[in-house]
C-alpha cells in the first residue's frame, strides 16, 4: 500500500538566523517549532538491545533506588556516561514482547494492540513506514540481529560494507563493525548517515569467558535478584560496544553532530520476571531510554513523563530536519515526536501531549518517498 498522498508533498525546511523557509504548501506542525533547524543535518545511530531490565544500568538502579553503584552487579560506565551526557527517561514504555516492540521502533506504530505474543502472524506483517524509509537522502546501515518482518534491504536499509544477512550477535563483533562504518562514513561528509544497531542479550554463544569468570566471583553477585553472571557479562559486553561506538564518534569528529538514541525492547526473559499482575493487566514495561543531541539535550536530565517506543520514529524524523505532515492514516503511526522534552524535561509547557498530537497531528504525518521508488 502507498502511504503517500504525493511525493512532492513532502519538503526539507532550514533555519538561517532563525527563519524557517518551507518551500510548497505544507504548513508547520506546532509542536516541530521549537527547535531551530540545523543547517548541517546531524547524523543519528540508535542502539537497541533485548532481554535487558530497566535496573540492569547501573544510573538508572542509582537513580531508581538510591543505591551506590559500587554496591549493584552489573557494570554499566558507559551507559552511564551516555545518561549523564544525555536526557534519561524513567517512564518509557515497551511491549514486553521482543518483536511486535521492534517493530513498533522501527515502524512507529502500535503492533498487533501491544499484547500480541511471540511468534503471532499478525505482528510479523510488514507494513507502514519504517525509519530508514522516512531518512530519504541519509545513508541507512543496520547491524545485529534482525527482529522486524522482511529483511534490512526490505525495509530500506543499505548493506554497505556489512554482513548481507545483517545477523551478528556477538557485542564485540557489532561494535567492530559500527566502529568501521562510522570511519567509513568520515569519508563522505557531505551525507548525513543513520546507523542502527541491535544487541541480543539472549545468546548465550556470544558470552566472553573472562567476563563470565569476573562475575562469578564478585562479591555483589545477588544484588536485588542479580545472580546470573552469564547476563551480567552480556550486559558488560553491550556496555563495552556503546563505548566503542561513542569512542569512534569522537574520533571521526561526530560526536557533536550525531544524535544517539539507546532503547530497550525487552523480550519475554525479562516479561517473565516481571510482576505478573502488570502482565495479566495488559500494562507495557519500563525500559530504559536514553537520547543525546550535544546543544539540544540537557546533559545529566531526567524525565518522568510517559512515553512510548513508538515516538522513536517521528522524533527521529524531526531530529532529522523531516516535517512529518502528509502521511495518511493507512501508515498507522502512533508515535508523537519527544523533541520538546529535549529542553523541558518536566513537560511544564505541555510541549508533549500525546493526546493533541496522535489526534491532530500524527494520523497525518508526512512521508518521504520510499527509497527505492527513488
Known sequence: ????????????????????LISGSIALLSSCSTIPRAVERPNIVLIS????????????????????????????????RLSAEGLSFEQARSCSHQLPAAESVLTGRIIAGRRAAEGDTAAKKAGGVTLAEVLVDYDCAF??????????????????????????????????????YIEGRSRVRQQP??????????????VDA??????????????RGQSDPQHAALVKGLDNSVGHILHKLWRNGFE??????????PGAAVAAERDLREQLAGCDLRVP????????????????????????LPTMMYCAGY???????????????????????KNKDASYDRDQQCKGQVGVLARPAVKSRL
Open 1 to 20: 500500500m502507498n502511504h503517500y498522498k504525493n511525493k512532492n508533498m513532502v519538503k526539507r525546511a532550514s533555519t538561517i538566523c532563525g527563519a524557517l
Open 143 to 180: 547491524i545485529g540481529q534482525w527482529l522486524a518482518p522482511g529483511t534490512p534491504a526490505s525495509a530500506g536499509f543499505d548493506q554497505k560494507g556489512l554482513p548481507a544477512d545483517g545477523q551478528s550477535r556477538c557485542s564485540e563483533e557489532l561494535a567492530e563493525q559500527a566502529g568501521r
Open 49 to 80: 538491545v533485548d532481554h535487558l531490565d530497566i535496573l540492569d544500568l547501573q544510573e538508572y538502579a542509582h537513580h531508581i533506588t538510591g543505591e551506590k553503584k559500587r554496591k549493584m552487579y552489573n557494570e554499566t560506565p558507559n551507559l552511564d
Open 210 to 223: 573472562r567476563a563470565l569468570a569476573h562475575f562469578k566471583n564478585k562479591r555483589t553477585k545477588g544484588w
Open 256 to 265: 557533536k553532530k550525531t544524535v544517539v538514541i539507546f532503547m530497550s525492547v
Open 289 to 312: 531510554l536514553i537520547i543525546r543531541w550535544n546543544q539540544y539535550t540537557r546533559a545529566g536530565s531526567w524525565c518522568s513523563v510517559a512515553v512510548d517506543q513508538a515516538d522513536i
Open 323 to 345: 516535517f512529518p505532515e502528509s502521511l495518511d492514516d493507512a501508515a498507522g503511526v502512533a508515535g508523537c515526536s519527544l523533541s520538546g522534552l529535549f529542553w523541558d524535561p
Open 193 to 206: 548517515f543513520f546507523l542502527y544497531v541491535h544487541h541480543s542479550l539472549g545468546d548465550s554463544a556470544a
